[in-house]
């Protein structure tokens, strides 16, 4: 089985803090995502890598940046965090084509922003 | 632009009645489409997939999608729902030639005994 890990399952950070949330896949896979979800909006994508040290925005990558420095590792970084940042935030992996193939998600980490 | 929408927020439903989710999507190029299924406190699991040939499709736990491309639909079918089926469902939406998935804003279910 795929395996998505993320390293913490509830985070609270304070105003202005550095933020780093971590992603690990197990299944060698070559795309990795960042999602943050919130209700009545569904799952909207931050970030996604297509290859070790490859990354491409997408649809709200402002206030967070990614690091991918080996293929089953995705980072995202939160510069300085803000309240608006408060959400759940959701790591997922797959093997070929973003656009096509299905997606392994993690179990998510629940960010607090106060 | 590529769209999806589920247009149910939340649906309640009797255990062991049936089930009907609703997704209507928006894209240019031939749809590769995705049920996933998000527990209390879990990621998404992928229920089921199509990408061509039968329109309708198996996928786990019981549940089944039929796919219409005159009406760009593709719903979510159960015939007997389970309390353990309460979730929210999301719809996705994909192509070969594109780079991304888009997600519709999810279904909660509950299911009554």
């Known amino acids: 089985d795929v395996k998505v890990t993320q390293s913490s399952r509830y985070l609270v950070k304070r105003t202005g803090e550095k933020v780093f949330l971590e992603c690990v896949q197990d299944?060698?896979?070559?795309?990795m995502f960042w999602y943050r979800q919130d209700p009545g909006l569904g799952l909207r994508l931050i970030y996604f890598s297509y290859d070790v040290k490859m990354k491409e925005k997408g649809d709200i990558p402002e206030g967070y940046s990614v690091s991918r420095e080996k293929k089953e590792r995705f980072s995202l970084i939160l510069e300085s965090a803000s309240t608006n940042q408060t959400s759940m935030y959701l790591c997922?992996?797959?093997?070929f084509g973003p656009g096509w193939n299905e997606q392994y998600f993690g179990p998510g980490t629940r960010l607090t922003v106060t | 632009a590529q769209s999806v929408t589920q247009p149910d927020i939340h649906i309640t439903v009797s255990e062991g009645a049936s089930l009907e989710l609703r997704c209507n999507y928006s894209?240019?190029?031939?749809?590769?489409l995705f049920w996933y299924v998000q527990s209390p406190g879990q990621g998404l699991q992928l229920l089921l997939k199509?990408?061509?040939?039968?329109?309708l499709v198996q996928g786990i736990k019981g549940f089944e999608a039929e796919f219409k491309r005159s009406q760009s639909s593709f719903n979510l079918r159960k015939p007997s729902v389970h309390w353990s089926d309460a979730a929210e469902y999301f719809c996705a939406v994909g192509a070969l030639s594109g780079n991304q998935f888009y997600f519709g804003t999810g279904t909660s279910l509950t299911v009554i005994p």
């Open positions: 894209y240019g190029a031939t749809p590769y």
């Open positions: 299944m060698d896979h070559e795309n």
């Open positions: 997922a992996s797959s093997l």
């Open positions: 199509y990408f061509s040939g039968d329109t």
